[in-house]
DNA sequence: ATGTTC
């Protein structure tokens, strides 16, 4: 019996096993690729460039075992969002393309100890209060508007210097991704024009698909872990999407044309020119990384200060202490990354720079980087959907370190471009339509924006999960469901 | 994603 394949016009996957398909390698890759997706989302996925993308991916040097598309992915700056591509530290290169221009784009879900009947009745007042204190939209004005040292000390200490300010407590370093700091950070990496960009957007959720979001739990698949994250069904949590702005993606912007200009011999041998690299040791991987990794932490304040932000949101709509609300971070991950890992690659333990772009960190039980709170059930992932259908916690699959490199989706990807989406939807429709059907509350800068992130541009969250679960990277705990939304 | 076309 001859393999199952699968024909996306011009590029044959062929199928591995269930829910894994394989691009094989040829000509000038390096490795092949693989896809993790159902025939159903590999229908979606076929329509854009990610599949020409993610195998051009392959021939960046020193990628390791398999570049790999997550079940959301779509079409993006050179490197697929959704996109994990392990390169060796040592031989291989770091691609600022394969982090994306919004570094540390991620998401962090805060618990309460509110059900969703206490809320009820009161979803206009806080949708209103989140929307008038939570800075949101293109162009400046956050929580803290800051001068040139203040900047510095954010992008080198990360949530400790927001703890240490009174925009949060220790608790919350705890359940964020390397605790909130990345040690490798340099300012002196970022430029002055970056640094001016961000200086007053620190905690400010931007624009675009970012947003901030009251929820309520609606199941609990998995009691035990959803136990261990203190989740329980009607209760209500807050979700934060958002990224380092326009520091991170004047940085993204700085080293591509840097590295344009200063490695154009791997420039040459790569099929896309977004995907312009720097070798590993070359003083540009080195600076890179170190500015790269300082976006990062400013990206982790500005989610740590809206996130406190929202704590005296609520103490101000429920009139008692956030602290009595028991409005603790759960946990936050970074969706756009890249990081130093060991990983076992045949049987040898390897130094890999693992990108990391639209694609989250899920580490299984029992790994060392896994909080203590949850060592014994895996790392927490937490997965936005779109704003009517829903987002899942996950929890890191005992197959993400065989697999992905300890990996697993990020999102429910965009089935349509955002112009596309403005000549189908009408923001105001959207919004109308929300609130009567589903009783969520949204509350936006721009209508236009409504309209790019309206339901039915998004592919079925569900699903995207459902391939997760059965791959074993990311496995089902819970599922929330929109109550107030509040964007750019 | 983004001082929304360096």
Redesign the pocket.
């Known amino acids: 019996m001859s393999k199952s394949t699968y024909d996306a016009d011009g590029i044959t996957l062929e199928q591995v096993r269930e829910y894994v398909w394989e691009i094989p390698q040829e000509g000038d890759m390096r490795a092949p690729a693989r896809v993790l997706a159902s025939e159903a989302l590999l229908d979606e996925i076929k329509e854009d460039k990610t599949l020409e993308q993610i195998k051009n991916t392959t021939h960046l040097p020193g990628i390791t075992n398999y570049a790999i598309c997550m079940p959301d992915g779509h079409q993006g700056?050179g490197f697929p969002v959704g996109g994990v591509g392990a390169l060796d530290a040592e031989n291989g290169c770091i691609s600022p393309g394969a982090v994306g221009?919004?570094i540390n784009?991620g998401v962090r879900m805060m618990r309460t100890n509110l059900t969703y009947d206490e809320l009820q009745g009161h979803e206009e007042e806080l949708v209103d209060s989140l929307f008038a204190n939570v800075p949101s939209g293109?162009?400046g004005g956050g929580i803290v508007e800051a001068g040139v040292d203040t900047v510095d000390e954010v992008l080198e200490r990360g949530v400790e210097w927001a703890v240490e300010n009174g925009h949060g407590v220790e608790g919350d370093l705890l359940h964020c991704e390397d605790e909130g700091h990345r040690e490798e950070a340099d300012a002196s990496k970022i430029s002055q024009?970056a640094k001016?960009?961000g200086k007053n957007?620190i905690g400010s959720l931007?624009?675009?698909?970012?947003f901030l979001e009251v929820q309520r739990v609606t199941d609990v698949f998995d009691e035990k872990v959803g136990e261990a994250y203190g989740l329980e069904e009607d209760q209500i949590v807050v979700l934060i999407h958002?990224?380092s702005?326009?520091l991170g993606?004047?940085t993204c912007n700085d080293y591509l044309r840097k590295i344009e200009q200063q490695h154009q011999g791997l420039l040459n041998q790569l099929p896309d020119k977004e995907l312009a690299a720097a070798p590993a040791g070359s003083q540009l991987a080195d600076d890179y990384y170190k500015a790269m990794n300082a976006a990062i932490n400013f990206a982790w304040v500005n989610r740590q200060l809206i996130m406190h932000r929202t704590r005296q949101v609520f103490e101000r709509v429920f009139d008692r202490p956030w602290e009595e609300m028991e409005m603790d971070l759960l946990y936050d991950v970074a969706h756009n990354i890249a990081k130093k890992e060991t990983h076992e690659v045949d049987g040898e333990q390897r130094e890999l720079f693992v990108h990391r772009k639209g694609a989250t960190r899920a580490f299984p039980a029992g790994h060392p980087e896994v909080p203590k709170a949850y060592r014994d059930v895996g790392q927490p992932v937490i997965i936005p959907g779109s704003m009517g259908a829903g987002n899942y916690v996950l929890r890191g699959g005992e197959n993400s370190m065989d697999l992905t490199f300890g990996s697993t989706a990020h999102g429910a990807g965009r089935l349509m471009s955002?112009t596309q989406a403005k000549d189908e939807f009408w923001g105001g429709d959207v919004q109308q339509q929300l609130e009567e059907q589903d009783q969520i509350y949204v509350k936006a800068q721009s209508g236009?924006t409504v309209a790019e992130?309206a339901p039915g541009v998004y592919k079925d969250v569900d699903e995207v999960v459902r391939v997760s679960d059965a791959l074993g990277i990311g496995d089902k705990v819970a599922r929330t469901f929109p109550v107030c939304n509040i964007k750019?």
């Open positions: 700056y221009y919004d784009c293109l162009g024009k001016d960009r957007q931007g624009s675009g698909n970012h958002c990224g702005r326009g993606h004047q955002r236009a992130e750019g």
